[in-house]
């Protein structure tokens, strides 16, 4: 059952625990079931460190951990990942490794890479050892990121 969204919010959608998602157009907060919810809301790039980084992907069930230079490492046991914070340009840029299996040929992993840069935008894929399939995204903190984007 959704709940009544003020009028001067827009509507998101809906929760799956049936909450109004909406964006309040006053605060530029989104709301859940008009209470304004922590994970949704955007955090500026200042806010974004390691140690927040890592809390976001251990709140989304990866082990994280921060390395040396300040980057993080995640893994879910299927996907690894390589989060770095990249201050200059205001952006984290991920960096997401799959192993193919043992069985695929060579020649079809690297179809598979070519069709994925041609037909989807959302980062750049490679294959750098026929092995593995990396895919790196950008992901700018200008306008600000909420930790549920992740």
């Known amino acids: 059952m959704s709940q009544l969204i003020p009028s001067d919010s827009l509507p998101m959608g809906t929760a799956p625990d049936g909450r109004s998602l909406s964006l309040n157009l006053a605060t530029g907060r989104v709301d859940l079931g008009g209470v304004p919810d922590p994970a949704l809301q955007p955090l500026a790039a200042a806010d974004w460190d390691a140690a927040r980084v890592v809390a976001v992907f251990r709140g989304a069930g990866f082990h994280a951990v921060p390395d ?3 980057d993080v490492l995640a893994t879910d046991g299927v996907r690894s990942l390589v989060v770095f ?4 340009l205001y952006a984290l840029r991920l960096m997401i490794l799959f192993r193919f299996a043992e069985s695929v040929p060579v020649r079809v992993r ?3 890479v070519f069709r994925l840069n041609q037909r989807a935008m959302m980062g750049r894929y490679s294959t750098p050892d026929d092995a593995s399939l990396v895919i790196e995204q950008e992901v700018p903190l200008l306008a600000g990121l909420a930790p549920a984007q992740l």
């Open 68 to 70: 040396d230079e300040g």
């Open 85 to 88: 914070l990249n201050r200059p």
């Open 110 to 112: 690297r179809q598979t």
